[in-house]
């Protein structure tokens, strides 16, 4: 009896294990969001390192950024320019990811980015 359920959780736990791979996804492309707000929001991520935020169908804000290994590094004229803030990207599927800061200065950044989920176009 002691065997079957020492064997019964090992294979659940390699089931769960399974499920948890890595999504291969790129940051690149046109991602839709809502704030919490309620605006909607269209984020726009280039290859060549460039992003623009629209809100409600207008340019809010542009700016630059990096990704890799899971970590946004951007910056935009909004929050200064030249600082880069850093957030973990949790892709959970190829066409949605979620932010979570790990370091921004920038407190509305923070309050619209920090927990937000995007869906690619």
């Not at 294990?17 to 996804?25: E, G, I, L, M, P």
Request: hydrophobic share 35%.
């Amino acid at each position: 009896m002691k065997t079957s359920l020492f064997l019964l959780i090992i294979i659940t736990g390699l089931a769960a294990c399974k499920q948890k791979q890595t999504v291969d996804a790129t940051i690149v492309g046109r991602w839709n969001t809502s704030f919490k707000n309620g605006s909607k929001v269209l984020a726009v991520f280039r290859a060549d390192g460039t992003h623009d935020y629209f809100i409600d169908g207008k340019l809010f804000s542009n700016g630059k950024y990096s990704f890799a290994n899971g970590t946004l590094s951007e910056a935009d004229p909004i929050c200064n320019g030249d600082y880069y803030a850093t957030y973990r990207v949790n892709f959970t599927t190829a066409n949605e990811m979620q932010f979570k800061v790990i370091q921004d200065t920038c407190k509305p950044r923070i309050h619209d980015l920090d927990g937000i989920k995007m869906i690619k176009e």
